[in-house]
């Protein structure tokens, strides 16, 4: 793992406002907490500095839109949720994490009466990665959990791992069209 890479992409992380901007500081830290995991995951790999960038680059602006999903949701029109939600999964896509179609169109609806601290590991426990075991939580258990009084930072994380691609599919940070 280079330690240098991730403090850089960490430093960048943190300095971006956008991945913060529409939560308080405690949501933001959940957030925030979550992307840490993703740049170890991603620094794992032992990429080039520009292939570690481009993929860091990716994870931010994955943040940057949950940001703004989380943030705004109770605002938003059921048409901007599921634009913002397209969006997630593409960005989620790019990083080569699964993304369940069905579960991400249900999940606004589905958070409705999560906190924000409380949505977003549900929103992330959604990506998922080709090496993960079955058992992390579903969103349901952790809806249940919510109902049940524990917050958002009790909840297990999802820790992702990005698949590594082979020869012919696009890289962590590569755009898939």
């Excluded at 991730?6 to 991945?19: K, L």
């Excluded at 991400?104 to 993960?132: D, G, M, R, V």
């Amino acid at each position: 793992m280079s330690e240098a890479q991730a403090q850089r992409a960490i430093q960048n992380m943190y300095a971006d406002p956008s991945v913060r901007e529409e939560l308080i500081d405690e949501e933001a830290d959940v957030l925030l907490k979550w992307g840490e995991e993703q740049i170890a995951n991603l620094a794992a790999q032992n990429w080039d500095d520009a292939r570690f960038e481009s993929a860091s680059g990716n994870l931010n602006r994955l943040l940057n839109e949950i940001n703004r999903f989380i943030g705004k949701r109770a605002y938003w029109s059921p048409a901007e949720q599921t634009a913002s939600m397209g969006e997630i999964a593409k960005l989620a896509e790019s990083l080569h994490y699964k993304v369940n179609p069905a579960a991400l169109e249900a999940f606004p609806q589905q958070s409705a009466a999560l906190s924000n601290t409380e949505a977003i590991p549900a929103l992330t426990a959604l990506f998922k990665s080709s090496t993960e075991a079955p058992s992390k939580p579903s969103l349901g258990r952790l809806m249940q959990a919510a109902a049940a009084g524990v917050t958002g930072t009790e909840i297990p994380s999802t820790n992702l791992e990005p698949t590594s691609s082979t020869e012919g599919e696009p890289s962590h940070g590569e755009e898939i069209t």
